[in-house]
């Protein structure tokens, strides 16, 4: 299998859940680093959700996925920002 043999048919639309502590900053600079792997990314279609303890935010952001390469780079960006615990 090559580096670009996926799945997936391009573009796609193609959901990422983001979780991390919860703060009041965490959604929009999650939102901020999708924009710019995803510049057509509406922000206003995120989701949220907060734990039931309250401590843990998720926030969901559908892409419209263009590649394998863009979705491969925003999975490392994501993951690699200190504030996320896991995505998806």
């Given at each position: ?66 590649s394998k390469a863009?979705l491969d780079a ?15």
């Amino acid at each position: 299998m090559s580096e670009e043999d996926t799945l997936l048919q391009f573009p796609t639309d193609f959901p990422i859940k983001i979780m991390g502590q919860r703060r009041d900053d965490f959604a929009q600079t999650m939102v901020d680093l999708v924009l710019r792997h995803a510049p057509d990314f509406k922000a206003e279609t995120v989701e949220m959700r907060a734990s039931s303890s309250g401590n843990y935010l998720s926030v969901t952001c559908v892409v419209r996925a263009t590649s394998k390469a863009q979705l491969d780079a925003l999975y490392r960006e994501i993951t690699a920002h200190p504030w996320v615990k896991m995505a998806l």
